[in-house]
């Protein structure tokens, strides 16, 4: 009996034990040493035999970063384009998701099926006539030409998650304020958008953190040092002085913070966004 | 993935007319009303755009020239004959299979793992935070991080050396031998967590009577994973690795931050190459040709994943 237990309890037990630490370590071991490079002077991290722990913690990386006004100057970009993204994205998915959830009209299946295939664009496709239409619009090189061109990725899948979670509130709510004689504006506004906050604060993360990470757009359609954003700042790092590991390390700690902090803080949130994309809502 | 249900708001108890329209036409119109600022983005931002490139990608130099001549099917031509664009079509497909059968793999190790009655609930919902962090990493970070770690001099050299699995510096990124394969196991590592979460809240949405009847038929564990689990998780599987694979195809941020293409053009997929063209080269017509491409292999992709989502 006791034998039979140890087989089949104990030992597959203790090999999913096993399988998740090594999956502890795949997933994590590369995050910490990025962490603790961040903490080392730049000698120290190609040290051997190699050390996670820094043998004397330094934040001399991350003091040349706040000492840096160029470098600064990448984070405020970041923060006001992802932040100017999030509003506006927001405001026009809950419009658009008012539409989608609470009307029925001509066209809104080929719309749907339309915004969901637009999450799946090639940004390399738009890139060349986006290039072509900021340099048109004079927007080169200014926080519109992306802010503008950020709209395209966020606002399918806010409007998707907007959509989803208007679907949730019951339409007896809003219809009160119909047959009192309210407007449906005032319906969406004093009744629908108080209710929806939860899912507005998910939009609004998930859409912030889209922008924040955003690479390709934010490397052609920027040019001088001042409008550059976070990512570009890394890789501009890395081309400037490609030795200085230790401040690129500090870089992408504090370029990653935002992300971090909302996904400890706000996990269920995080997770909402994470899969609207991919599962049925 | 459905938008709404079709429910007409506040059916008209008494025809009103007020102003101009009829009751009637204003309800056709206010929800139309609703969703212009969103449709108008997508024209300009969608619909011109690929107007454009299409258009662009039939002109002798785009951009650069006031008034490009109509060329045709050129550009196309050039592109395709093109060694170098074959080469990027062939890592581009290498890149893009492996990272979604790994991610598929390991996605799913996880979520059974995290899922399993066997393990402490607080380890599991500890381990499940822990197992997402990859994932939210940029592109640019997650490409510094392993050139970090995968550097001749790094960590990983100095651990795989001492353990005597290789007795000299790999150059992971720069030599033509290793540059798509540690590429592409950066990308795997990076792109895992959608589907373990996605799997996962797909495992716990499994009915708990299916696994119960098989064990009533006699199924043992295997069996059961085989014949409950798996056809279960088939739908959501389905629709990541379709999506996944779109987005794969696309790749571009961490390409180009750890090996940019090289060395050579080794790790050149359709994205740096269309890019290269683009913006290194300013041959924006040919850099449309294979744009172009990019979208009818996306579009053609997408075709199916929303045929599989309005099946579903």
């Known amino acids: 009996m006791a034998k039979r237990s140890l087989g089949r309890t104990v030992l597959p037990t203790a090999l999913t034990y096993v399988g998740l630490a090594i999956g502890l370590v795949f997933a994590v071991f590369p995050i910490l040493w990025m962490f603790f490079a961040s903490l080392k002077s730049n000698t120290e991290i190609f040290a051997l035999p190699p050390q996670l722990l820094p043998k004397r913690f330094t934040i001399v990386a991350y003091l040349s970063i706040f000492n840096d006004p160029t470098k600064i100057r990448f984070f405020f970009n970041s923060y006001l384009v992802a932040g100017t993204v999030a509003i506006l994205t927001v405001f026009i998915a809950i419009l658009a998701a008012y539409a989608f959830s609470r009307f029925s009209f001509r066209l809104k299946n080929a719309l749907n099926v339309f915004i969901i295939s ?12 986006y290039f072509g239409m900021v340099v048109a619009f004079r927007i080169f090189d200014t926080y519109f030409a992306l802010i503008l061109t950020y709209l395209v990725f966020t606002l399918p899948y806010a409007i998707l998650l907007m959509t989803g979670y208007l679907n949730t509130l019951p339409r007896e709510l809003d219809e009160a304020v119909l ?51 976070v990512p570009i700042g890394i890789e501009l790092l890395m081309g400037q002085h490609a030795f200085e590991w230790n401040e690129m390390m500090a870089m992408s ?3 990653s913070l935002p992300l971090l902090l909302i996904y400890l803080f706000a996990q269920r949130y995080f997770l909402a966004g994470m899969t609207a994309g991919s599962v049925k809502a | 993935m459905t938008l709404a249900q079709e429910h007409p708001i506040g059916r008209p108890t008494k025809i009103r007319k007020r102003g101009l329209l009829s009751y009637q036409t204003k309800m056709r119109l206010l929800p139309l009303a609703y969703v212009t600022p969103a449709t108008s983005r997508f024209a300009l931002l969608v619909l011109y755009p690929m107007v454009a490139v299409l258009r662009y990608s039939l002109l002798d130099r785009a951009i650069t020239k006031k008034d490009a001549a109509f060329v045709g099917l050129e550009n196309y031509q050039t592109t395709f004959s093109d060694p170098v664009f074959w080469q990027a079509a062939g890592h581009t497909l290498y890149f893009t299979v492996m990272s979604v059968i790994f991610h598929l793999l390991i996605g799913l190790a996880f979520a059974l793992m995290l899922n399993s009655e066997r393990i402490n609930p607080t380890i599991r919902s500890v381990l499940r935070v822990l197992y997402i962090l990859p994932w939210l990493f940029t592109a640019v970070i997650i490409a510094i991080i392993w050139r970090l770690l995968l550097d001749p001099e790094g960590v990983i050299n100095g651990v795989l050396m001492s353990l005597h699995i290789v007795d000299f510096k790999v150059e992971w990124f720069s030599s033509p031998r290793t540059a798509l394969h540690a590429l592409t196991f950066v990308n795997i590592w990076a792109g895992y967590p959608l589907y373990m979460v996605s799997l996962l809240a797909g495992l716990q949405g499994i ?18 994973f085989r014949h409950v689990t798996i056809p279960q998780l088939t739908p959501i599987m389905i629709s990541i690795a379709l999506l996944d ?3 794969t195809m696309q790749v571009f941020a961490l390409v180009w931050m750890t090996t940019g293409g090289g060395p050579i053009y080794i790790t050149e997929t359709l994205s740096t190459y269309t890019y290269k063209l683009a913006f290194s080269r300013y041959q924006f017509s040919l850099a449309s040709a294979s744009a172009v491409c990019i979208l009818i292999l996306s579009m053609s992709m997408t075709y199916f994943y929303i045929k599989h989502q309005k099946a579903r």
């Open chain 1, 118 to 129: 637009t999450q799946t664009v090639p940004p390399i496709t738009l890139l060349i006539p």
């Open chain 1, 253 to 255: 700690v504090l370029g």
């Open chain 2, 245 to 247: 694979f779109i987005w």
């Open chain 1, 179 to 229: 047959v009192d004689g309210g407007t449906s504006w005032s319906a969406l506004w004093r009744v629908i958008v108080p209710l929806s906050v939860p899912g507005i604060v998910a939009t609004a993360v998930y859409t912030f953190l889209l922008a924040w990470n955003e690479f390709l757009f934010a490397l052609t359609l920027t040019k001088s040092i001042d409008m550059r954003t």
């Open chain 2, 207 to 224: 009915p708990r009577d299916l696994y119960d009847a098989a064990s009533i038929d006699g199924a043992h564990a295997f069996q059961k």
